[in-house]
């Protein structure tokens, strides 16, 4: 189903909104001192990121049922985004894209695509532990890394323990 051109214009005005509030989010993170962890690798073309996407929505959106019913709508008509699963634990929809083909593995409106499409996997980079999606070439790097990977050298460590630091303080 590809976007047409009123659709294009819809999507282009909520992208632009979307990213000034990623700007302003992660400015005002900046400024308070949080430091999001670097984006390392590069992405392989899995598209396990447009199987399911997955939305994590503020507690006022999930409480009031008018306007969780407008957001669902909205990722419906607008984004392609048919609800999947309701994660009430984690308060996250998951979603089945109906721009993403299965047998070629791309998305048919890629140059109109949502900005949480686009953002993917930055978003994930200001959580204390990113978990990416399995696969993605894409990888959370420390920012202070490769200072860490000498100290490790410098510690009386096994290459296992070693290996299992670096895997797990997101060093390499």
């Known amino acids: 189903m590809k ?29 308070r001192g949080e430091r999001s962890f670097l984006l390392g690798g590069a992405c392989q073309r899995c ?14 959106i999930w409480l009031a049922p008018r306007l969780r019913r407008f957001f669902l709508w909205w990722q419906e008509r607008v984004n392609g985004f ?22 070629t593995r791309r998305c048919d409106s ?13 978003a994930l980079l200001q959580q204390g532990n990113p978990e990416l999606l399995p696969g993605c070439g894409y990888r959370p790097l420390a920012r202070n890394a490769r200072a860490l990977r000498q100290a490790l050298l410098d510690r009386p ?6 290996a299992r630091l670096r895997r797990e303080l997101f060093l390499e």
Not at 157 to 162: G, K, M, N, V, W
């Open 157 to 162: 460590l096994t290459d296992e323990q070693r």
């Open 3 to 31: 976007d047409g051109a009123i659709r294009q214009t819809v999507k282009a005005v909520a992208r632009g909104a979307f990213f000034l509030n990623v700007w302003a989010d992660r400015g005002w993170r900046r400024l």
């Open 47 to 60: 598209a396990a990121c447009c199987e399911a996407p997955a939305i994590r929505v503020h507690a006022f």
């Open 110 to 122: 890629y140059s109109s695509r949502p900005g949480m499409c686009r953002d993917y996997p930055r």
């Open 82 to 103: 048919v609800l999947v699963e309701a994660r009430r634990r984690e308060r996250t929809f998951v979603f089945r894209c109906t721009h993403f083909d299965q047998a």
